[in-house]
């Protein structure tokens, strides 16, 4: 299976710097294409924007968010048909900060995933589990009901293993830690999914960085990885990107 890179860009860029940023990348970025799938996610001001260059390029276009209802009265949202209709491909659902910051519940989440499904996005719907659960040993039953919870059992799309305190922290989980998790997630989505035909891209997310992009790639049952701090630098994500090859 191809491995994908997404990159976040969360709250940053203005039209300036965010078409300088998705041109570098653009320009640099062609060979790696051949082997792994790229999209950038940056925020929904600079979608339309960004769109032709980076499908010029082949690269994905993703979103961070979009709303559970189709339209609506939903001041300041933004629907799943609208990012369709601006060529966006992929959009990232359940990001731990909107889970944090937005309230946003396994149901909900799992409403957006199919919202999107019929408006063709595909979505890459995030999980991970916290420092504290981590210790207390309450990791695994957390994760099984996030993806339980947020995957319909019919889920076409891509799942992000975050795990919280590796977010923005420097500190990646170890190769160890994310092969543990890798085989574990693989394990409840076979169980969850009617659609076991097709294995589902697990990618790993979580202060990785050019130095460590390669090990990380390599793990067993790694289907690539979602970066955020990494992905404002033309030149930390293209080493992310081609970290490896
Ligand atoms: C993220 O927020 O999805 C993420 C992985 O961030 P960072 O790479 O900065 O830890």
Redesign the pocket.
């Known amino acids: 299976m191809r491995q994908m890179i997404i990159g976040?860009w969360?709250m940053h860029g203005l039209r300036g710097d965010g078409k300088e940023l998705a041109q570098e990348i653009a320009a640099a970025i062609g060979p790696a294409l051949t082997r792994r799938d790229v999209v950038l996610a940056p925020p929904f001001t600079l979608t339309h924007c960004l769109a032709p260059l980076l499908h010029e390029h082949g690269i994905g276009l993703g979103a961070q968010d979009c709303h559970a209802e189709a339209e609506g009265a939903y001041t300041g949202d933004i629907s799943a048909a609208m990012l369709a209709d601006l060529g966006v491909s992929h959009v990232?659902l359940g990001?731990?900060?909107r889970r944090e910051h937005h309230h946003e519940t396994n149901a909900r989440i799992r409403r957006k995933a199919e919202r999107a499904r019929e408006f063709g996005l595909c979505p890459v719907v995030?999980v991970g589990e916290s420092a504290r659960q981590k210790e207390d040993g309450h990791a695994e039953p957390w994760l099984t009901e996030q993806i339980t919870q947020s995957l319909p059992a019919d889920f076409d799309g891509i799942v992000?293993y975050?795990p919280i305190w590796?977010?923005?922290?420097?500190k990646?989980a170890t190769q160890e830690d994310i092969e543990s998790r890798m085989v574990f997630l693989h394990g409840v989505l076979a169980d969850h999914l009617e659609t076991d035909d097709k294995p589902t891209r697990v990618l790993y997310?979580?202060?990785?960085?050019p130095e460590d992009a390669a090990s990380i790639l390599a793990v067993p049952g790694v289907g690539g990885?979602?970066?955020?701090?990494?992905?404002l630098s033309a030149r930390s994500f293209l080493g992310i990107v081609q970290a490896g090859l």
């Open positions: 976040n969360k990232i990001h731990s900060e995030c992000a975050e590796a977010i923005g922290t420097g990646a997310g979580g202060s990785v960085k990885v979602l970066v955020g701090g990494a992905s």
